[in-house]
C-alpha cells in the first residue's frame, strides 16, 4: 500500500510538471506577443515624435512667415499713411491752385486794373464783336520770362494797357465807340502804320542781359509792337552796370535793372521799392500765371492721380498682406491643434507601451515561477523516485531475510524461531517508522503543491482581467481614432464655413470707416444731449426745490408747534368751566401709577397752552387755505398730466409727420440721384429706427459703376451732387418760396453740369433760385444775371442783365460804395 501511495504521488508530479511546462509555453508565447505590441508601440512612439517634430517645425515656419507678414503689414500701414498725407498735401496744393486760377479767370474776365477805356474796347471787341481788328493789350500778347517782370513793367509803364489793332480804321472804330459810350480813353497801336526806331546794339558791357524787345517773347506779327516798345531799353542787372552802360551809349533809349529802377537817357534815374498797382498792376505775372496754371494744375491731377493710384495698390496689397498673415494664424492654429491631437495619441501610446511593458514582466515572473515550482516538484519527483526504489530494495531485502528464515525455521526449534521473529519484528518497525516519516514529508509537499495551483489560478485570472482591460484599451483607441477622423472631417467643413465669414470680414471692414463716421456723429450729438439733460435736470432740481418749499410752508401753516414741556404755563386765564363741574368721590389711597398719570396729565396740558379765543377763526382760515392748497396741487397735477399727454401726442405726430416726409425726401432723392448721375442708386437711412425722437440719417450713395459708401467716402463732385439731389427733394416735398446756392456747381464736369442746370430749370416753376457761380452753363439757364465788378476808385459795381429783355432795354449799370 505504501509503494503504491508513493507510485501515485509521483504520477500525480509528473502530471504537474507537464502542467507547468505547458503553462510556461503559454507564458512565453504571451511575452512573445506583448514583445510584438511593444515593438509595435515603440515604432509608433518613433512615428508619432518625427510627426510631433515636423509639425513643431512647421509651425515655427508659419510663426516665421506670420512674423514677416506682420512686419511688412505695419511697413505698409505706414506707407499707407504716408501716401494719405502726400495726398492731402497734393490736394491742398491743387485747391490753393485752383482758387488761385479761379481768382485770375475772374480777374481777366472782369479786366481788372485796366483803365475805363480799355475794358471797355476789349469787352466789345469780345462780346458780340461789335469792334473789329482789336488783338488784345500788350499786357496780354506780350510772353515774358518770370525773372523779367519788373523790368519789363517798369520799362513799358502805361503802355502795358495800349491796345493792339490791325488797322488804322479798327483803330478809328474803336475810338469812336469811345465816345460813344463815353468809357474814357485809351492809346491804340495799329499794326499797318507802326515805325519801329532802329533797335538799339546790346554793348558789351559785363552785367547786361540785352535788348528789352530780344528778351521777350511774341507773334511774329507783333514784332513791331516789341520794337516800338522796347526796341530802345536795356536790361541791365543792376544800377552800377546801368550807370557804365549810359557813359557807353548816346542818343535816345532808356536803361532798366531788374529790380525796376529806370535810368534815361537823358540822365534821370527813377527807383525806390515797385508797387505792383503803379507798375501795371503785375499784368505780365499774371496773364503769364493765368496761361500756365492750367498746364500746371492738369500736371497736379495727374500727379494726385498716380499717388491715389499708388495709394489704392499699397492698400490692395496691405489687405493681401493681412490676408496672408490671416491664413498664415490660421495655419498655425491648425497645426497646434494637430500637434496637441498628436501630444495626446502619444500620451496613449505612451500608456499602452507602459501597460504593455508590466503585462510582458507579470508573464515573465509567471514563467519563472513556474520553472521554479517545475524543478521543486522535479526534485520532489526525483526523491519519491529513490525513496520508493529504497522501499522496493527494503521489501526485497526483507523477502530475501523472510526466505532465509524460512529454511532456517524448518532446521530450528521453535526458540530459535521465536527469537528470529522478534529480531525481524523490531526491523520491520524500523522500516514503518521511516516510512510514517516519509509521508509526512510527502503531506507536507502536497500542500505546499496546491498552494502553488491556487497561487496560479489567481494568476490565471489576473492574466484574464488584463487581457479584458486590453481589449477595452484598444476599443478606446479605435473610438479615439474615430473621433480624430470626425474631428478632421468637422475642421475641413469649419474652413469651408470660414471662408464665407472671411469674405464677410472684408465687407465689415469695409464698413468700419461708415461706422466710424457714424460713431463721430453720434458722439457729436450725445454732447448735444447730454447738455441737454444737464439743463433738464437744472430744471427739475430748481422745480423739486419750489415743491420742498411749498410743502414747508403747508406744515408750517397745518402742523403742530411744539413747546418746552419742562415748563408749566405762564399767565393762563380762568376758564368757564362751572357748568362742567362735577362731585368727585373722595380717594382714601394713591393708586401705585398716580405720579405716572399726573406726570402724563401735566404734559397733555401743557401741549394745550394757553387758550386762544380767536382759534375757531384761525383754525377756518388755515382750513380754507388748505382747501385752496389741496385744489391749487391738485389743478397742477392735473395741468402736469394734461402737459405730459400733450407732449406724447406731439411727439407721435411729429414722429408721423417726421416718418411720412422722411420717406417722401428719401424718395425724391432716389430719382435726383439717378437723375443727376445718370443712373446709381442711393437711400437715406435712419441710424435708430426704434427711437424715431433722437435718431439720425445716413446717406448711403452708389454711383453709376462704383459700390455703396458713405458720404463721407465719395469725391468732391460725387459729394457735390449727392447734397444737390437732397436738397432738391427736400425742395420738391416742401417747396420754399426762394433758395440760395453758392458754387454748388464749382466742382462739375460739363455733363454733370447740364443735368444740375435741368433739375434747376424744372424746380424753379414752384421756387425761386438765387444761384452764385462762375461756371457758363449755370448762367445761361438764367432769367436775371447780376456782375459784380471793383472799378478803378475802389467802387463796387453792379451789372445787371435780363435775358429777356436785353434786345429791348440792353444793359443797366449802378455803382454801390
Known amino acids: 500500500d505504501r509503494l503504491a501511495g508513493q507510485r501515485a504521488r509521483l504520477a500525480q508530479s509528473d502530471e504537474r510538471c507537464r502542467q507547468l511546462e505547458h503553462e510556461a509555453e503559454q507564458a512565453r508565447a504571451a511575452i512573445a506577443t506583448q514583445s510584438g505590441t511593444q515593438t509595435e508601440l515603440v515604432n509608433r512612439l518613433a512615428g508619432q515624435d518625427a510627426a510631433i517634430q515636423q509639425r513643431q517645425a512647421e509651425l515655427a515656419r508659419v510663426a516665421a512667415q506670420r512674423n514677416e507678414h506682420l512686419a511688412a503689414i505695419e511697413a505698409l500701414e505706414r506707407h499707407a499713411n504716408e501716401q494719405r498725407e502726400e495726398i492731402n498735401a497734393h490736394r491742398r496744393r491743387l485747391d490753393a491752385m485752383r482758387a488761385r486760377y479761379d481768382l485770375l479767370a475772374r480777374m481777366q474776365r472782369d479786366m481788372v486794373g485796366y483803365y475805363e477805356g480799355v475794358r471797355s ?21 506780350l510772353r515774358v520770362p518770370a525773372h523779367l517782370d519788373t523790368a519789363i513793367e517798369t520799362a513799358l509803364g502805361a503802355h502795358l494797357q495800349d491796345v493792339v489793332v490791325r488797322t488804322w480804321s479798327d483803330a478809328e472804330a474803336a475810338i469812336a465807340h469811345l465816345k460813344a459810350t463815353h468809357s474814357g480813353r485809351a492809346t491804340f497801336l495799329p499794326l499797318d502804320t507802326l515805325r519801329p526806331p532802329r533797335t538799339l546794339v546790346a554793348p558789351a558791357i559785363e552785367g547786361v542781359l540785352g535788348i528789352a524787345c530780344d528778351l521777350v517773347e511774341c507773334d511774329a506779327a507783333l514784332r513791331p509792337v516789341a520794337a516800338l516798345l522796347l526796341g530802345t531799353t536795356v536790361v541791365v542787372e543792376d544800377l552800377p552796370t546801368a550807370r557804365r552802360v549810359h557813359a557807353a551809349l548816346h542818343g535816345g533809349f532808356q536803361i532798366v535793372t531788374l529790380a525796376g529802377d529806370l535810368v534815361r537817357s537823358g540822365g534821370s534815374v527813377s527807383g525806390g521799392s515797385v508797387s505792383r498797382d503803379r507798375a501795371g498792376g503785375g499784368f505780365l505775372a499774371r496773364e503769364r500765371e493765368w496761361q500756365e496754371l492750367p498746364s500746371v494744375i492738369e500736371t497736379q491731377e495727374a500727379a494726385e492721380r ?27 492654429a491648425a497645426i497646434e491643434s494637430k500637434c496637441a491631437a498628436l501630444e495626446r495619441e502619444r500620451a496613449v501610446l505612451v500608456r499602452q507601451a507602459e501597460r504593455a511593458e ?11 515561477r513556474a520553472q521554479a515550482e517545475e524543478e521543486r516538484v522535479r526534485q520532489m519527483t526525483t526523491q519519491l523516485a529513490a525513496e520508493i526504489a529504497q522501499i522496493e530494495a527494503e521489501q526485497a531485502t526483507a523477502r530475501a531475510e523472510a526466505d532465509r528464515l524460512a529454511e532456517q525455521v524448518a532446521g530450528l526449534s521453535a526458540e530459535a524461531l521465536l527469537t528470529e521473529l522478534n529480531q525481524a519484528q523490531s526491523a520491520l518497525a524500523a ?21 502553488i495551483e491556487r497561487r496560479l489560478t489567481a494568476r490565471r485570472q489576473r492574466a484574464a ?11 478606446q483607441l479605435a473610438e479615439q481614432r474615430e473621433r480624430t477622423a470626425s474631428l478632421t472631417d468637422r475642421i475641413a467643413a469649419l474652413r469651408d464655413q470660414i471662408a464665407p465669414a472671411e469674405a464677410e470680414l472684408a465687407h465689415l471692414e469695409n464698413e468700419q470707416a461708415e461706422e466710424e463716421e457714424s460713431e463721430r456723429r453720434q458722439r457729436e450729438r450725445l454732447h448735444r444731449l447730454e447738455t441737454d439733460h444737464s439743463r433738464s435736470v437744472l430744471e427739475v432740481n430748481r422745480q423739486q426745490d419750489q ?8 406744515e408750517d401753516d397745518l402742523g403742530l408747534v411744539e413747546l418746552d414741556l419742562t415748563e408749566a404755563p405762564v399767565g393762563q386765564p380762568p376758564l368757564p368751566l362751572h357748568p362742567l363741574i362735577s362731585q368727585l368721590p373722595a380717594v382714601h389711597e394713591l393708586p401705585d401709577d ?14 394745550l397752552g394757553s387758550v386762544n379765543p380767536n382759534a375757531p377763526q384761525e383754525y377756518e382760515e388755515v382750513r380754507s387755505r388748505h382747501a385752496f392748497l389741496v385744489n391749487q396741487i391738485t389743478d397742477l397735477e392735473q395741468a402736469a398730466a394734461q402737459l405730459r399727454q400733450i407732449i406724447t401726442e406731439l411727439d407721435q405726430l411729429m414722429e408721423s409727420s417726421f416718418l411720412t416726409t422722411f420717406h417722401a425726401v428719401a424718395r425724391e432723392f432716389k430719382t435726383y440721384f439717378k437723375r443727376l448721375f445718370n443712373g446709381g442708386d442711393a437711400d437715406l437711412v435712419l441710424t435708430s429706427p426704434e427711437d424715431i425722437a433722437q435718431t439720425g440719417i445716413d446717406v448711403i450713395a452708389r454711383p453709376p459703376g462704383k459700390r455703396a459708401r458713405a458720404l463721407s467716402m465719395l469725391s468732391g463732385g460725387e459729394r457735390a451732387l449727392t447734397a444737390a439731389s437732397l436738397i432738391f427733394a427736400l425742395l420738391r416735398v416742401s417747396p420754399t418760396p426762394f433758395c440760395t446756392l453758392d458754387e454748388v456747381d464749382a466742382m462739375l464736369d460739363e455733363a454733370n453740369v447740364g443735368r444740375f442746370r435741368d433739375a434747376l430749370v424744372d424746380l424753379s416753376g414752384q421756387t425761386q433760385f438765387i ?32 435775358l429777356d429783355v436785353v434786345g429791348r432795354h440792353g444793359v443797366t449799370s449802378s455803382g454801390s460804395q
Open 594 to 607: 398716580l405720579e405716572h398719570d399726573i406726570r402724563r396729565l401735566r404734559i397733555q396740558l401743557s401741549q
Open 431 to 451: 522500516v514503518e517508522g521511516r516510512a510514517s516519516s516519509q509521508q509526512a514529508i510527502l503531506a507536507g509537499h502536497s500542500e505546499a503543491l496546491a498552494e
Open 465 to 475: 482581467q488584463l487581457e479584458a482591460e486590453r481589449t477595452a484599451l484598444a476599443a
Open 547 to 554: 415743491i420742498n418749499l411749498l410743502q414747508r410752508q403747508i
Open 306 to 332: 498716380a499717388l491715389q493710384y499708388r495709394l489704392e495698390e499699397s492698400l490692395a496689397a496691405l489687405a493681401a498682406e493681412k490676408s496672408a498673415a490671416e491664413e498664415l494664424a490660421r495655419r498655425a
Open 121 to 141: 474796347v476789349l469787352a466789345a471787341a469780345g462780346a458780340g464783336g461789335r469792334l473789329r481788328g482789336v488783338l488784345g493789350s500788350v499786357s496780354q500778347l
Open 358 to 368: 508590466e503585462t510582458a514582466g507579470w508573464h515573465r515572473s509567471l514563467v519563472e
Open 771 to 802: 444761384v452764385i457761380t462762375h461756371n457758363r452753363r449755370t448762367v445761361e439757364a438764367a432769367r436775371t444775371i447780376y456782375g459784380i465788378s471793383m472799378g478803378e476808385d475802389s467802387v463796387s459795381r453792379v451789372i445787371s442783365l435780363q
